[in-house]
Every structure is written in C-alpha cells, then in structure tokens.
C-alpha cells in the first residue's frame, strides 16, 4: 500500500511540537515517532482504514432491527425499550493508564462496576498489559498485542504503534456488535459503529493550560475520534453544548448521560464533623489550586484553628501552616474525610462534570463550589456558588457556609439523591442499542 506524503504532514505537525513538552526523553524518541507517523497517517485517513471482518455482518444487522422496529410500529418508542439481540458489546481501554486519568477512570470504573451488575447486555471488555485486572466483574481480555505503557512518552509509543499496526489489534473485535472508547481515543479505528465517550473540551475553552504540544495531541486523536463516532456521550449539558460549538458535532448524535453517586458507599454516618475543609483533586493547573491556598490565608486570619486537607496526586508545591497534602487516598478513606469534613471546597475551572461535589452532597458535608463550566448544572442550588478567579470570594463562600452549614446539608442530599450509576449504566445501554440499529 502506498501513501500519499501529504497524508504525513498533519501528523508530524502534532509530533514535533509534542516531543518538547516531553522534555529530553521526548526528543530522543523523536526519529521513532516520525516513523510512526505512517502508521498514524493510515489511521487518520478513512480511506486507508481497513473494514473490520464484521463489518458487513453488522450493517445487516442493524437493517434488521430497524425493520424490525417497524413492522412491530415502535419507531416512536424510545430505543431502550425495543429488542436488542444480544450481540457483544466491546468495551475498549487499550489507552488506560491507572491512575492518570482523574475523574473520566473513576466514572469508567463506576460504569463498568454497575454493568456487571445489572446491565442487561452482554459485554466484553478490551484491556492493555498495565491494566490486567481492570475488568471490574465483566468478562474481560487482556490485549497483549497493545505495548505495555504507563509514562507518557511509553503512551505516545504504544498509540502510534497501535495505529501503525492496527491488525493484530482488530482480531480481538471482530465479533463486537458495537466498540464504546470511554476514554476517548479511538484506537484500534474500526469500521464496527463505535460509541465515543467525550469528557470535556477543555483544551479548546482553556488552551492557556496546555502546551502546545498537548493542544496539538488533543486536537488530533480526541477531535477525530468524536467525528468518526455514531453516538458520542457526554457528562453534562455543559459539554455537549460546547462540543458542538468547538468542535461542529450534530447535535443529535451527542447524548448527555450524567455520572452517578454511589449512595451505598456515599452516605452520611452521623459522625461529628470537624474543623477542617476538604479539597480532593489532583494537583492539574485548572484545579486552581494556587488560589485556594491564598482564600484558605484568609480564613485562618480568623479561624487559625481551620486545616485544609488535600488529596489527589500530582501535588508538588510545599504545604503551608494549617494544610496537609494526603496524595492518593484509599475509596474508604476519601468517604471518612467527606463524612468529617466541615466544608468541601471546590474552586476548579473547568469541569466536564464534578463528580467530588456530588459524592460529598451524598455524605452530608455542605459544599462551596466554584461557578465555572458544568459545575453551576451539577451543583444547582445546593452548593454555594463563588467567582473561582477571586480569593476573596472562595474565602468569603466558605465562611458563610461554616456559618450556617445546615441548609446547605439539607440540599445537597436531596441533590445527590437522584444521580445513580444504575440510571447511567441504562443510558449507556440505550446508546449501545441505538449504535448497533444505526440511530443517534
């Protein structure tokens, strides 16, 4: 197969300013990732995308539930409840790296934990040599063929390769009535209809916190993979509002499919709360950190005894007087600390979704929250909302909430009470169901 040498230019135009922000490691890697960018340029390309072996099995198919659906009269019903005839439901992760993906691998595994348990389809889940056990109770398969990678110049490497060699790749779908990427990127492309889970668009909304390198990477696998979907999910109103402004997605093929709480592990227990805030994120730029810590000055100006607890990796800076930086947390610790915490500050930037403000509403501590992206949609009423580029205003939020922390308790439990994992998980399965009949 011969390929046209334009068809490279794209794809080292992201390369070559993505080995700067990988540092020296980077740059030494460069010339293999050049090489790789043949196989990128194949991927990119529709026309040099090899058909999947199911392919015309799966085009038949969904013709066939759609007949189907009008010979019973039910166009008019919603999708969820027509028939499904139980092909396989190929959950891919070859691009998981535990532990680097914040809140899109929590609600990943929450997703996959609530599908074990009462989904109604079934599923196998595609997952990488670092990830063996990553299943969460579904049937799952180890794809060997994928390079093992955890750092994210060993990221780059395993994604160009995938993309170079897809073949050896695509054998473990070929049975796969529909191929859901909750992470994203698709990778290995198939012809099979695919579901893409979109989590934000930060990189287009808040480019200042990216290299370029990261744009260009963002703008390339994330943007293609969107486009090349059937159905492309996403957590919040807020998102798909701004994937099809940024990124010209129909409307129609973008399904909002909110994150649930857990309630059985997220729950008040009626210990007594104590003097300390509670911020659990990783330590990412538009975290904002760097602002908390001036607002959290602030309020021990009065409250000397006040601490502020941090948890979530990536946490370089030095702790000031009155802050602990507790990195990673075990699920049963993270549930004591919403359970003891006076307050749940949460003053990001930018969020596709918010997942801690819920988990924190569910276990009874009041939540002052930024007003930024999804977080006002997440929130509605029962977070006191503040300007997150203020200091000033996250201190000023949290004091009236330690205040008069009562109704702000009262709210966010009847505002948590109604997100649940069960309510995704039968979101997920209508879009499946939609992917394989040809609908969005």
Request: hydrophobic content about 45%; overall charge neutral; charged content about 20%.
């Amino acid at each position: 197969m011969s390929i046209p040498l334009a068809a490279l230019g794209p794809v080292l135009a992201v390369l070559a300013p993505l080995m700067p922000a990988l540092g020296v490691v980077g740059w030494v890697f460069y010339p293999a990732a050049v090489l790789c960018a043949v196989g990128l340029a194949i991927w990119l390309r529709p026309k040099y995308r090899l058909a999947s072996l199911a392919s015309s099995h799966l085009r038949a198919r969904a013709g066939n539930v759609q007949d189907a659906r009008a010979e019973r009269g039910t166009d008019d019903l919603p999708v969820a409840a027509t028939a499904y005839d139980r092909g396989v439901i190929a959950i891919s992760l070859l691009t998981l790296a535990p532990g680097q993906h914040g809140g899109s691998e929590s609600a990943t595994i929450a997703l996959l934990r609530t599908l074990a348990r009462s989904g109604t389809l079934p599923y196998r889940v595609l997952l990488p040599p670092t990830a063996p056990e990553f299943g969460q109770g579904l049937p799952s398969e180890v794809v060997h063929e994928y390079h093992a990678a955890r750092t994210l110049p060993q990221r780059l490497a395993a994604m160009t390769a995938a993309a170079a060699r897809p073949g050896p790749l695509r054998r473990h779908y070929t049975d796969a009535d529909v191929v859901h990427y909750p992470l994203t990127i698709r990778l290995p492309a198939l012809e099979t209809p695919t579901v893409v889970t979109l989590h934000d668009v930060q990189h287009l909304d808040l480019p200042g916190l990216f290299s370029r390198g990261e744009r260009a990477f963002r703008a390339l696998a994330y943007h293609r993979s969107a486009h090349s979907a059937q159905i492309v999910i996403v957590p919040s109103e807020f998102v798909r509002d701004r994937a099809v402004e940024r990124l010209g997605l129909d409307a129609a093929r973008v399904r909002v499919i909110h994150h649930g709480i857990d309630h059985d592990r997220f729950s008040p227990s009626g210990q007594e709360r104590e003097e300390f805030i509670l911020y659990p994120a990783r330590g990412w730029a538009h975290k904002n950190h760097k602002l908390l810590l001036e607002a959290f000055a602030q309020l021990r100006v009065t409250r000397p005894g006040l601490r502020l607890v941090l948890t979530g990796g990536g946490h370089t800076e030095t702790a000031p007087a009155g802050v602990e930086i507790r990195g990673h947390v075990s699920d049963a610790e993270l549930v004591s600390l919403y359970r003891r915490a006076a307050v749940l500050v949460f003053p990001s930037l930018y969020e596709g979704f918010g997942q801690p403000v819920l988990e924190a509403m569910a276990c009874g501590c009041p939540v002052a929250s930024s007003n930024a992206a999804s977080l006002p949609e997440v929130c509605s009423d029962a977070a006191r909302l503040f300007d997150p580029h203020s200091a000033e205003a996250i201190a000023e939020a949290v004091a009236e909430v330690l205040d008069d922390p009562q109704p702000w308790t009262e709210r966010g439990l009847a505002r948590a009470a109604p997100f649940t994992w069960e309510a995704s998980a039968e979101g997920h399965e209508a879009a499946y169901r939609d992917a394989v009949a040809g609908l969005a």
